[in-house]
């Protein structure tokens, strides 16, 4: 298997191997008493020998921030000598649009002394530019103290292809997905603008929603993606919260049925009107709320009322789902966690996880409050413009 197919979870093992190893080796070379000092320090950079022929492109910095050693296998890989690497030496190989933010990742990290992960390109011995995943982490000299960092590289170019590829056909299907439900969204209106037997009329309005929230979920893939990296901004679109919540909860009605589940819907005036055109991402926040109230809905026994409330306070939406189940105890921590689920057959974790993406892109934020006495409560908090902005 070369570097370029190794997956992430592959890399990740590598690497704690690796530092269990710089670990193992710097306990053996601390300097028992009577020992001369000299050899303890000498033996100190063992370790680099052992590192040097590792796959892993490695580098180590001192307490100063600036590398003092780099590894074979990075020399090879750059084609450069260490006296060309030394120092801020290596900085001259990173892509010029990745070299700030490069810079402040180490940087940061560095002073606070934590661990850090980033993705920068780097130039090979070849010229071309290469996708590194750089791994660092503060290691300790023989008397504990703070010595510097080291890294350990994967050249990860392939999977950031692979990755690239992924989305362009995924963009291709969601195309050809689109395009036919398109096409029965303009005949269901077409067919309830011209007459409809009366039997069948009822059911034009649920046809709709369910058609346009499919184009909206299609619609969204580019975005979520955005999402997880942090990358995603809300473009401001005027619409009404109240008129969403009814269509989110008229989206629903065959699950409703089908559990014997009444919701609620009690939009509450305040010193903003719960009316008062929002500013934010339709198809986003559609899928947030449905998300909420579809997990409200399933986790309500037979019987049960779910209680979907609105109303707007000075500068900020707030959003409430009840429903009279109990989060488990175990549960509720990791509650908004990707892939946290517990007890729910076909759940996938992902519901709540990406209502919580998407609050905070919106600059808002969601919690859960659960027991047994008073069942399940989610709020999401949204900012609200201010009226010059909604006058605007």
């Not at 570097?3 to 690497?15: M, N, P």
């Not at 934590?114 to 300790?140: A, T, V």
């Not at 346009?212 to 809300?234: C, M, T, W, Y």
Request: proline share 5%; with cysteine.
């Amino acid at each position: 298997m070369s570097e370029q197919d190794k997956s992430r979870e592959e890399l990740a093992a590598e690497i704690v191997a690796l530092r269990r190893r710089v670990k193992d080796l710097e306990q053996g070379l601390a300097a028992p008493s009577g020992v001369d000092l000299k050899r303890a320090t000498e033996g100190a950079d063992f370790y680099l020998t052992i590192l040097d022929e590792a796959p892993a492109l490695i580098w180590r910095a001192g307490k100063d921030a600036r590398c003092d050693w780099f590894n074979a296998t990075w020399l090879a890989f750059t084609g450069r000598e260490l006296s060309q690497e030394l120092g801020d030496g290596w900085a001259e190989g990173v892509h010029p649009e990745d070299f700030d933010r490069c810079l402040k990742t180490y940087l940061d990290a560095f002073h606070a002394r934590r661990f850090f992960e980033m993705e920068y390109r780097l130039r090979r011995h070849d010229g071309e530019y290469r996708w590194i995943l750089d791994i660092g982490c503060p290691f300790k000299d023989i008397d504990g103290l703070f010595a510097g960092y080291i890294g350990y590289c994967f050249d990860v170019t392939q999977r950031k292809r692979d990755e690239k590829f992924r989305q362009e056909v995924e963009r291709v299907i969601r195309h050809d997905i689109k395009s036919p439900l398109a096409g029965l969204h303009g005949l269901a209106q077409l067919a309830l603008a011209d007459g409809i037997d009366d039997e069948l009329r009822p059911l034009i309005p649920g046809l709709l929603r369910a058609v346009r929230h499919v184009i909206n979920l299609v619609d969204s893939g580019d975005k979520f993606a955005l999402l997880e990296q942090g990358l995603f901004k809300p473009e401001p679109a005027r619409f009404s919260m109240s008129l969403l919540l009814r269509d989110v909860i008229g989206s629903l009605n065959p699950l409703t049925a089908c559990r014997n589940v009444h919701v609620t819907l009690d939009a509450r005036p305040g010193p903003l009107e719960t009316d008062t055109l929002f500013f934010g991402d339709e198809t986003l926040v559609f899928d947030m709320a449905s998300n909420l109230v579809k997990n409200a809905v399933e986790a309500t026994p037979p019987g049960g009322t779910v209680r979907v409330e609105a109303w707007a306070g000075p500068g900020a939406l707030q959003l409430s789902v009840h429903n009279p189940g109990e989060v488990p105890p175990d549960m509720r921590e990791r509650f908004f966690e990707k892939y946290a689920t517990s007890g729910k057959p076909g759940g996938t974790g992902l519901g709540t996880y990406s209502a919580r993406l998407i609050a905070r892109a919106h600059g808002g934020d969601i919690r859960c409050d659960s027991s047994q006495e008073r069942g399940t409560r989610v709020t999401v908090t949204l900012p609200l413009p201010d009226a010059r902005v909604r006058e605007a």
